[in-house]
């Protein structure tokens, strides 16, 4: 109708309609099957391309590589190996040696079988040893060598390699080798090799891999001498490449010849360590001598000494494990104002366990109670997992020393001259206000309701051994002379006193639960406790009484005087000025049949019976002298 009447203003409209761009459905379905038709013909375009690439032919490169393609395990070894002989001209004489070294190593070679194999080893490697040396495998072959070769074996390896020796310090695998040839080598090898160092040590120390190379060589392997000669370049060029003052074998020394030099060979010294401190390279003992020099011999209230202290005063707890630098700690602590000091004490919270069972360490925590006026913060920070642990450290003869430090401070009975010698270098420092009686008592509050109560219900394992019992004496003075604590005293006495129980102590899983080895006598330690407080002036005589009852109650006169610790303790008993005891006991082991004859054998049953001799001499009335009377 449209079609044919097409001059009708209607259908002119609809046709328009349908023919104009972007208008109506059957316009926008045309444009979409279009689209579509031009996606697949790209789609098709593309797929033929990328199919024209695929079949284009190979570059010589890629059919080189195609021809390598392993199929199957020998080819694929076999190329593996290829590749490996390109790469490393030295291949076969390592595979060669790495046979030899497997039965070299073996646990069923006989010495005269390795030493043909290190002879056959050392004439493949002979030439070569510094390029098989920085390979991860063939490492292990000359390290072998070093091992089981002679002298004159051992000789030729290092001849060959000392040139390289710093090289092989900074190398990832020829690292291993510098140890093995300082701990193998003879006096005069070493020598060479620590030699070889000097001049290189302030650009080794700051190497994250050679760096454990010197302080192995530093610490474990060179003598006083060899050790200053690798200080010396803290010092200065003139001291390290000059090499001034040779004879010299400490800064003090080099100071008294060369007194004009103190204010540069410092300062050098500073620059040297400041960035080391800044890094936090200071886990080496050499650092920790230089250090220690530094500190010793710069004014104590200067600014470079404030700048040192100021870098170093965070990882101080990464230095305690030495004994220059538990020295340098103690040091800081006693020049450290109470700012520093706080951060010290802080820095130590995590580690608190660990420094008081260190061989070195403990000495910090004994510098710190000298000189913090803090004690709430101290009491915070150090005792408070002091407290909590408490089992662990009075298992450790180290971890004791602190509790005693506290208890009896700088006591000659539990502490050497020397070590108060050191301590003593702390007294008088100018941040310390508060007075040293009225620090320790402070502390000693602290510590002590914890530790009576402790030492009450472990009493047992305590008097097994020397340190334990050295602690539990001074527990006893302690509570004793407070006269607050004397409830606590009473209770820690009685349990002393009951340790005489059979069964109360077992020192080996083969004692017998019911003799006197199992108690406080049958042990040096306990039976040296027990003598200790019987022989103290103010509560000797109280622990006799309940000694004395213990005694009765558990065991027979008989079983204690066969035991050579308890006739000791049973003479000091009889001994003792001790009013209804002595007397009491020397009457009941008169009326106990005891075996004297084996007095000969038992130093203490010897004892025992002069003691009893003299004491029934005294008694007895003597006769009148004069003649008979008729």
């Not at 040396?133 to 292990?140: A, E, F, G, M, P």
């Not at 003992?285 to 100021?310: C, K, M, N, P, Y």
């Amino acid at each position: 109708f449209f079609l044919i009447n097409a001059t009708c203003p209607l259908a002119t409209m609809t046709l328009k309609r349908k023919s104009a761009p972007g208008g109506g459905a059957a316009s926008g379905g045309d444009e979409k099957r279009k689209k579509s038709q031009d996606g697949s013909k790209n789609s098709s375009e593309k797929s033929s391309a990328s199919g024209s690439e695929k079949k284009r032919p190979f570059t010589k490169r890629e059919a080189k590589a195609h021809k390598e393609i392993p199929h199957n395990h020998k080819e694929q070894k076999d190329l593996k190996e290829k590749r490996q002989k390109q790469r490393n001209p030295n291949f076969d004489v390592v595979k060669q040696s790495k046979i030899l070294w497997e039965k070299l190593r073996g646990r069923s070679c006989t010495s005269a079988q390795r030493k043909e194999y290190v002879t056959e080893l050392l004439e493949i490697l002979e030439g070569k040893l510094t390029d098989v040396i920085l390979q991860h495998d063939s490492v292990r072959v000359v390290q072998c060598c070093m091992q089981y070769g002679t002298v004159e074996q051992r000789d030729s390896i290092v001849t060959e390699l000392l040139p390289q020796i710093i090289k092989l310090s900074m190398s990832t695998y020829g690292k291993h080798m510098v140890p093995k040839m300082l701990m193998y080598g003879t006096k005069e090898h070493k020598a060479k090799i620590i030699e070889c160092f000097s001049g290189h040590v302030c650009k080794l120390i700051k190497h994250r891999i050679a760096a454990p190379v010197l302080a192995v060589a530093y610490a474990d392997y060179a003598n006083a001498s060899q050790r200053a000669m690798l200080l010396r370049e803290f010092y200065g060029p003139q001291f390290s490449v000059l090499k001034l003052a040779e004879t010299a074998k400490s800064l003090s020394e080099i100071l008294e010849a060369k007194p004009e030099k103190k204010e540069s060979i410092l300062k050098h010294m500073k620059q040297a360590l400041i960035p080391l401190l800044e890094k936090g390279l200071c886990a080496h003992h050499i650092v920790h001598r230089a250090l220690l020099d530094f500190l010793t011999h710069s004014a104590q209230d200067g600014q470079d000494v404030a700048e040192v202290v100021d870098a170093v005063k965070e990882l101080l707890v990464e230095m305690l494990h030495t004994k220059d630098g538990a020295a340098v700690t103690a040091r800081c602590i006693w020049i450290a104002d109470a700012k520093t000091r706080k951060v010290i004490v802080k820095s130590f919270k995590d580690y608190v366990l660990k420094i008081c069972q260190d061989e070195e360490g403990y000495l910090a925590l004994l510098a710190l109670f000298d000189c913090v006026d803090d004690t709430v913060l101290v009491t915070k920070q150090i005792l408070g997992p002091i407290k909590k642990d408490l089992e662990t450290i009075t298992g450790n003869k180290y971890g004791i020393k602190v509790l005693l430090y506290l208890l009896a401070t700088r006591s000659t009975k539990y502490f050497m001259p020397d070590l108060i010698k050191r301590l003593e270098g702390g007294d008088g420092n100018t941040h310390s206000k508060k007075d040293t009686a009225q620090r320790r008592l402070e502390l000693r509050g602290a510590l002590f309701p914890h530790l009576g109560k402790f030492a009450r219900q472990h009493v047992g394992s305590l008097v097994c051994h020397g340190p334990g019992t050295q602690l539990v004496f001074e527990i006893l003075c302690a509570l004793h002379a407070d006269d607050t604590m004397l409830d606590a005293f009473d209770l820690l006495l009685e349990a002393v006193a009951a340790t005489v129980q059979p069964g109360s102590i077992t020192q080996s899983p083969g004692a017998a639960s019911n003799s006197i080895d199992s108690t406080l006598l049958g042990s040096a330690a306990g039976s040296f406790l027990a003598q200790r407080v019987l022989g103290h002036a103010e509560f000797g005589r109280q622990f006799a009484v309940m000694l004395h009852q213990q005694l009765k109650a558990h065991h027979t006169w008989q079983d204690l005087v066969a035991n050579v610790r308890a006739c000791f303790v049973l003479v000091d008993m009889c001994k003792g000025a001790f009013e209804g005891v002595s007397d009491s006991l020397k009457t009941e082991l008169r009326k106990a049949k005891l075996p004297l004859e084996e007095s000969d054998s038992n130093p203490g049953m010897k004892r025992l019976t002069q003691v009893l001799a003299v004491s029934s001499a005294k008694k007895t009335p003597k006769k009148a002298k004069g003649k008979p009377s008729k």
